[in-house]
């Protein structure tokens, strides 16, 4: 199965469930008392997930390890690369 | 005791093949190589690094004629090619042209340092790993030189790749190193020859989309996966490749394997 049909199918099964609420085809006195919620839940679901991802986002760009050290390294490599190099005989 | 005799006479007879496709690197070229032979020699590692130029208009092929006269032929292996044909077919140019059985795919542009190829090659041996990627997520892991934007966006790209293509996905085997289930690893790698070119065979994605469909498709055939934490370094000389359509590419292509895999 695709990534797609799994996508699918687990979105038809969610709405299924959630029109059988809306539409009234299952009664019970919850359901009637949170109507409206369960009406807008998938907007709900929606907004949530998108708070998930900014939040996600942004922890990771701010606890991205910065490698200072790494980078110094590779400066004074090439310093000596570029050096080595010229006494073999390299023409930069 | 014959098993393993023979045993060590593989690991002697292994050798590795560094294919560095380049376009306009003439600077990072040198530089490259140099570090390449400065931490392979220091091991008993039989390599070659096959530089697969597209016909670069800065001359990096001139420069890397004279890295080859320095360095002799038999570690410098030049298979240019006439224009730029894109990232994928350049590592079908290479592999054709590898001799070693393990293949190893870098950037010429310095933000993978050579010095973590000996780690490679090391932890497939140990746990012989059908191929080993570098990941920036674990340990000493990391980047420099990106601004905000940028790494923004690379955590937005990663939410967006493993929303649509890992949401389900059982965890991959790498061993007694980190879970890279939601990890967005296009990086350096190091393969087995023949696992290098199955998967090649069943990509069908170009450019840089090739390297994560790699990934992709490498966990649907069950290969096993070992990885190093790698430092990133931006690039000192040149542009970057990235530009805003290929991040539209990247977009687009994820899409298309969401529908497809």
Redesign the interface.
């Known amino acids: 199965m695709t990534k797609l049909l799994e996508w699918i199918s687990v979105i038809s099964a969610v709405f299924a469930v959630w029109y059988s609420i809306v539409g009234g085809y299952v009664k019970h006195p919850i359901i009637d008392n949170n109507i409206s919620i369960i009406l807008v839940s998938p907007i709900i679901f929606v907004i949530l997930f998108g708070l998930y991802a900014a939040t996600v986002v942004l922890y990771r760009v701010f606890t991205f390890n910065n490698c200072e050290e790494a980078a110094k390294e590779l400066q004074a490599e090439i310093a000596e690369a570029r050096k080595d190099l010229l006494d073999k005989g390299m023409k930069f | 005791m014959a098993a393993t005799a023979l045993d060590s006479e593989i690991t002697k007879s292994d050798k590795y093949s560094i294919l560095l496709p380049t376009y306009n690197e003439k600077e990072n070229l ?2 490259i190589i ?2 390449i032979v ?1 931490y392979l020699d220091n091991t008993d590692y039989d390599y070659e690094v096959i530089i697969i130029d597209d016909g670069s208009p800065d001359g990096t092929l001139d420069v890397a004629k ?2 080859q ?2 360095y002799g032929s038999h570690k410098i292996v030049l298979k240019p090619r006439e224009k730029k044909l894109g990232l994928g077919t350049a590592y079908i140019h290479g592999i054709k042209h590898a001799t070693g059985n393990f293949i190893i795919i870098m950037d010429a542009d ?1 933000s993978h ?1 050579p010095k973590f190829i000996p780690k490679f090659i090391d932890l497939q041996r140990e746990h012989d790993y059908d191929l080993v990627t570098g990941t ?1 997520y674990v340990d ?7 601004d ?1 934007k940028r ?2 966006g690379l ?2 790209y ?2 967006y790749f493993r ?3 890992q ?2 996905q059982k965890q991959l085997k790498t061993a007694t190193h980190s879970n890279i289930k939601f990890k967005f690893t296009i990086y350096k790698k190091l393969y087995k020859k023949d696992i290098l070119q199955k998967l090649i065979d069943s990509c069908v994605s170009k450019g840089y989309v090739f390297q994560m469909e790699m990934i992709i498709r490498a966990r649907q055939l069950d290969y096993t996966i070992g990885e190093i934490p790698i ?3 931006d690039r ?1 000389y040149g542009e970057s490749k990235l530009g805003g359509s290929e991040i539209f590419q990247f977009a687009k292509a994820l899409l298309y ?5």
Not at chain 2, 140 to 146: D, L
Not at chain 2, 257 to 261: I, K, M, Q, S
């Open positions: 040198p530089i140099w570090l400065k004279q890295l006269k320095i310095l340092h920036r000493e892991g990391g980047v420099y030189g990106w905000f790494t923004r955590r937005c990663e939410i929303v649509l293509l949401w389900w430092t990133f370094v000192v394997l969401f529908a497809t895999t």
